[in-house]
């Protein structure tokens, strides 16, 4: 299996609201960026499809290590919330339907052929490329945005 590093993250302006989101995928010398952008989502949305864009963009299995400042995103692998909703027909420990639900499904299936490492890094703090993501998703929403007026 081929080792790849995807680094993530989402953008909004407002919650709802216009948002954007990238991802950097690197393998061996090779760097990819992906970027979009939706008329209305939410924070959490964008964040998702940063990983799903990221994730269906690889065309054979991959050993990946994913980075995302998203505790969100990161915790629902890491700490079993994903497999919990998935047992309890998709309902969250408020005995609510879990949302973004259209998103987790199809991350599950992007990421089933890849052994995915989820790994949170913070935010806003200096690493290359989550700045460097946060700028493709900045600069998504800005495009979607300018191109509605």
């Not at 061996?28 to 964040?47: C, F, S």
């Not at 499809?49 to 994730?55: G, K, N, P, R």
């Not at 969100?72 to 994903?82: D, E």
């Not at 993501?133 to 979607?144: E, I, N, P, Y």
């Amino acid at each position: 299996m081929k080792n790849v590093t995807i680094y993530t993250d989402g953008s909004c302006s407002g919650n709802p609201g216009p948002g954007g989101w990238g991802c950097v995928l690197v393998y061996d010398k090779h760097m990819k960026e992906l970027w979009g952008a939706e008329a209305n989502a939410t924070n959490q949305r964008m964040e998702l499809f940063a990983a799903i864009a990221a994730l269906e963009a690889l065309k054979q299995p991959c050993a990946v290590e994913l980075y995302s400042d998203s505790a969100y995103l990161i915790n629902a692998f890491n700490l079993g919330w994903l497999r919990n909703w998935r047992q309890n027909g998709w309902i969250n420990s408020k005995k609510q339907p879990v949302e973004n639900q259209d998103l987790w499904r199809r991350l599950l299936m992007a990421a089933e052929n890849h052994s995915v490492t989820w790994r949170k890094v913070k935010g806003h703090a200096g690493n290359e490329l989550n700045e460097h993501c946060d700028a493709l998703a900045r600069a998504a929403l800005t495009a979607k945005r300018e191109e509605e007026v």
